[in-house]
């Protein structure tokens, strides 16, 4: 029995008594995969990214590891909800527009202690200081500094259109702004560099490519390095009290925390490990997020029909967007089909040993993004289920 095989026969017994669709999270997958980051980081603390999460249970089951330390979250609600609920550091990843969710952060002490907002404008502080609403405390900031790779004078671009930021006097000057204004205390950076971070350098069949990808991956990572250590110089004559510098992404967590001026790295998809993080060469993580769809037909020889499973992920659309059949192995979509909103028909030799009622299980592509999808994760340790916990869906929340 190969291990993929193996897998499946403890998924299969552990929720035999639960009818698909169902997700689950094998937990000691999880725990391998955070002890990994851990070992990569070097001993720098981890940040976890809440949206490749989504579930507080996981939230805290992580943040309880030694190691591990503060969120990063994607919405202002949900950093608000977050530290209503106990998370006593949370780093808003991105800049808000939420008005109400400002002025309830300005007029509550805790809440303003426990939560980091993102800016790389003026104007959005402009908009903060006009949604206080009478409330009178002090905001955290932090500033996040543009990581893509410039070639040719400019002309080529790599990397993430965010921040407007790149060099050191602009991020100074920002953070000069946000020191002369009553009410805001800078107290962090942030710079996230995806095309290193969530760029596969291993693409399977390409090898010329994937090549590209690391030269580039390599180029990018010398550039930023230095550019990143003279922003934090820059910004640290602003505010010497800086509290953190954030950067890094699971598939960069060694090479960012090998930077001097980053204290703290950011990360999350590596808990997963979605079927976009198959392809590197730097590390390799267990698949612990799963989800499975129920066999409803069996159109012929070689094909069985599964209930739903169209669900793409985010991003530029493209295969790589969708979820793979992956137990048991050997299973393919039909060409003409893909993944369907209702229904999705599946090809291959392993089709004919299943029967009505068997589940297929899938991987996501994206790892949080699976559990807009489902209200409950179940966890499994071996062939048992031991808990049932509900991910931000189950809870009634959809942030985005």
Known sequence: MTPRAADRARY???????????????????????????RRAGGKPIRVASKSVRCRALLERVLARDGFAGVMSFTLAESLWLARAGFEDVLLAYPSA????????????????????????????????ASRAGGAEEIRVCL????????????????????????????AELARSVARRPGFRLVGLMAYEGHVAGVGDAVAGRPLRSRAIRLMQSA???????????????????APELEFVNGGGTGSVQHTAAEDAVTEIAAGSGLFVPRLFDNYTSFTGRPAALFAQPVVRRPGVGVVTVLGGG???????????????????GLRYDPQEGPGEVQTPLIG????????????????????????????????EGDRVTAAVPTYRGEGRTFL
């Open 311 to 329: 669900y793409p992920a985010s991003g530029a659309a493209g295969r790589d967007r969708l979820p793979v059949p992956y137990l048991p192995e």
């Open 144 to 171: 996040e500094l543009d990581t893509s790779l410039r070639l040719l004078g400019g002309r080529v671009r790599i990397g993430a259109l965010r921040s407007p930021l790149r060099e050191p006097a602009q991020m």
């Open 220 to 238: 990018a990572r010398r550039e930023l390095a230095a550019r990143r250590a003279a922003v934090v110089r820059a910004v640290r004559a602003v």
């Open 98 to 129: 939420d008005r109400a969710g400002f002025a309830e952060l300005a007029g509550d002490a805790k809440l303003a202690g426990a939560v980091t907002v993102m800016v790389d404008d003026v104007a959005q502080l402009d908009l903060i200081e």
């Open 12 to 38: 299969d017994r552990a929720t035999a008594h639960l009818d698909a669709p169902v997700a689950l999270v094998d937990l000691d997958a999880f725990d391998a995969n955070a002890e990994d980051l851990l």
């Open 349 to 380: 030799s392993p089709a004919d040993d299943l029967r009505i009622g068997d589940k297929v299980w899938f991987r996501h592509a994206k790892a949080g993004e699976l559990c807009e999808r489902f209200d409950t994760l179940h966890l499994v």
